[in-house]
């Protein structure tokens, strides 16, 4: 969707460094989401946002952090802690609620130099 | 949690044949399934959902079949296409937390 930009679309990252992903939205989506896609598997849920000011850890948020100081922006911070992180990362949002599709930006493939 | 299993992991179609992805969820108050196409290295992109009041949804070719009491959805592609071919993913969710929890995807290659 043209309403959901990620950024940058290739990030490499240096042993010991943290890097942050950017993820924004202008369709007014108060839900926002973020996935780690492997290759050959499916999408887990690293954090999400039901509001601003407001987060919680989805299955596997050791070694990311996030924050939602505005409801167009929910940026997440790939630690040093995340020992693996090359992976292809994907920001969600939705309007929230019962049976709300979650629509998809293009992505940020993140790798270890 | 919710466990949602998907098979098979790769499908290879004739163009023109049907093809069929099945999933199996296992939280019986989930209610909400939605089926994503990811063509490779781009984002995932709804194709279809249902609704656990309604048993089955068509849109042209596509249709999905959900089955409460086995607790497992499907998707139905007729008339395949090479364009069909990419990753599908099926979820489930509930309530209003909007949670999705993803199979781990097909790949449907369809030959011409």
């Known amino acids: 969707d043209g309403g959901i930009t990620q950024s940058p679309k290739y990030l490499f990252r240096k042993e010991g460094q943290n890097v942050t992903l950017s993820c924004e939205q202008n369709l007014n989506h108060d839900a926002m989401y973020w996935y780690r896609q492997d290759p050959g598997q499916g999408l887990r849920l690293i954090y999400y946002?039901?509001?601003?000011?407001?987060?919680q850890k989805g299955d596997i948020a050791e070694g990311y952090s996030v924050s939602r100081e505005k409801k167009e922006s929910f940026p997440l911070t790939v630690t040093s802690a995340q020992k693996n992180p090359t992976a292809f990362y994907l920001c969600?949002?939705?309007?929230?609620?019962?049976?709300?599709?979650?629509?998809f930006g293009d992505g940020t493939r993140l790798s270890i130099l | 949690g919710e466990n949602v299993e998907q098979h098979p992991s790769t499908l290879s179609v004739q163009e023109g044949d049907s093809a069929v992805i099945k999933c199996t969820y296992s939280d019986s108050a989930s209610n909400y399934f939605p089926w994503y196409k990811q063509e490779l290295g781009k984002r995932p992109q709804l194709i279809i959902d249902?609704?656990?009041?309604?048993g089955e949804k068509k849109d042209q070719r596509i249709a999905v079949t959900l089955n409460k009491t086995a607790k497992h959805f499907s998707l139905h592609i007729t008339e395949t296409q090479p364009e069909d071919s990419a990753v599908y993913f099926c979820a489930a969710s509930r309530g209003n937390f909007n949670k999705f929890y993803f199979g781990s995807g097909t790949k449907l290659n369809v030959k011409p």
């Open positions: 249902i609704r656990s009041n309604v």
């Open positions: 969600a949002s939705s309007i929230g609620g019962f049976g709300q599709p979650q629509h």
């Open positions: 946002s039901q509001i601003v000011n407001d987060f």
